[in-house]
């Protein structure tokens, strides 16, 4: 499985972005079910789930994007979403997706994430 996360990019305080990842590979009988998320690891510090939504789209959210992040998904299309609106420069980060195990656990190897930088 190939996971290809796009739509990064600088944005001053207080906009938005829109971020789309892809999975390819032989998986669509697999991709519907799995719970996916959207990762975000900023400078020096460890990754972290920001947003997760399961296969019958409940969502979950880490507490500082709560209210301005929006996670979907395209089981069709095998892409998750995450739509981030009220940017502020803690959301700087590179930011992944993956699919994880209840318990947490990532499943798939990373892709190369995208690059999100929010100036002030």
């Known amino acids: 499985v190939q996971l290809q996360a796009s739509g990064g990019g600088l944005v001053q305080a207080g906009g938005s972005l829109r971020l789309s990842c892809v999975a390819s590979g032989s998986i669509f009988s697999v991709f519907r079910p799995k719970n996916m998320g959207w990762y975000r690891q900023p400078p020096g510090k460890e990754r972290e789930l920001a947003a997760g939504i399961t296969g019958d789209g409940e969502t979950t959210y880490e507490e500082s994007v709560k209210g301005r992040f929006t996670i979907s998904r395209d089981n069709s299309r095998k892409t998750v979403y995450l739509q981030m609106n009220s940017l502020n420069p803690e959301d700087t980060a590179f930011y992944y997706c993956?699919?994880?195990?209840?318990?947490?656990?990532?499943?798939?190897?990373w892709g190369q994430g995208t690059q999100v930088t929010v100036s002030s």
């Open positions: 993956n699919a994880y195990s209840p318990d947490g656990t990532v499943v798939w190897t």
